[in-house]
């Protein structure tokens, strides 16, 4: 079964600088999807970025970028010009190639500093 | 597109109670997924629809659950007998068959079990 990790229960970052979320995962398939979730206080949570394994090229959306390393099976969440909007638990998310459930990590919860 | 909805936001019940929750997908989305999310945890898979095919259920989804999309619009999700482990938040996601497949979240309904 595939597992997701998430080694950062928490980070702080001040507001207009940059900070880099970790999340790694177990799996011994070789296509799949990775995804960062952003879950707000007390509201629903929306999809951040997604990666699809067979592309080399590292996802990007505006100011949200990932590094997936596949070898070692890392994927990491970098947000730039932190606002105090970004502040919300990211999880990161797992989905093998022709299945549909999404496997989460624990979740790391990102604070702004104003 | 008024989102994926869900009712109720908040259920406090009694160990014992059964409860019923229900979910809306945004329109037109063919496939529907409920998770289950304890507190400082990532969401974990319970369940998911096509249509009104339930295709997967994970080994969570004890005897006592039971979710049903009879066509293939809305979902409910019946807890019978409910128990203190019960007490978490319970998302719904909708998605729309295509090779990006991304699932659209809830804001989810609480379940307290006194």
């Known amino acids: 079964a595939q597992t997701v990790t998430q080694s950062q229960p928490e980070m702080s970052v001040q507001e207009a600088e940059t900070v880099t979320l970790s999340c790694t995962y177990d799996?011994?398939?070789?296509?799949?999807?990775l995804f960062w979730y952003k879950q707000p206080p007390s509201r629903q949570m929306i999809l951040v970025i997604r990666q699809e394994a067979y592309k080399q090229q590292n996802a990007t959306e505006n100011r949200f970028s990932v590094n997936f390393q596949k070898a070692a099976k890392s994927f990491s969440l970098k947000i730039s010009d932190s606002q105090l909007g970004d502040a919300a638990m990211y999880f990161c998310a797992y989905r093998s190639w022709g299945a549909q459930k999404l496997v989460f990590g624990q979740g790391t919860r990102l604070t702004i500093n104003p | 597109d008024t989102g994926v909805s869900q009712n109720p936001r908040h259920k406090i019940t009694k160990r014992g109670q059964n409860v019923t929750f229900r979910c809306d997908p945004i329109?037109?989305?063919?496939?529907l997924y409920w998770y289950r999310q304890t507190l400082g945890q990532g969401p974990e898979f319970l369940t998911y629809f096509q249509n009104e095919a339930q295709l997967e259920k994970s080994r969570l989804l004890s005897d006592r659950f039971s979710a049903e999309r009879p066509k293939g619009s809305f979902s409910t999700l019946e807890i019978q007998r409910t128990e203190q482990g019960d007490s978490a938040m319970y998302l719904c996601?909708?998605?729309?068959?295509?090779?990006?497949?991304?699932?659209?979240f809830g804001p989810g309904t609480r379940l307290t079990v006194l």
């Open positions: 329109s037109e989305h063919n496939r």
């Open positions: 799996t011994s398939e070789s296509d799949y999807y």
């Open positions: 996601a909708s998605s729309v068959s295509s090779s990006t497949d991304t699932q659209y």
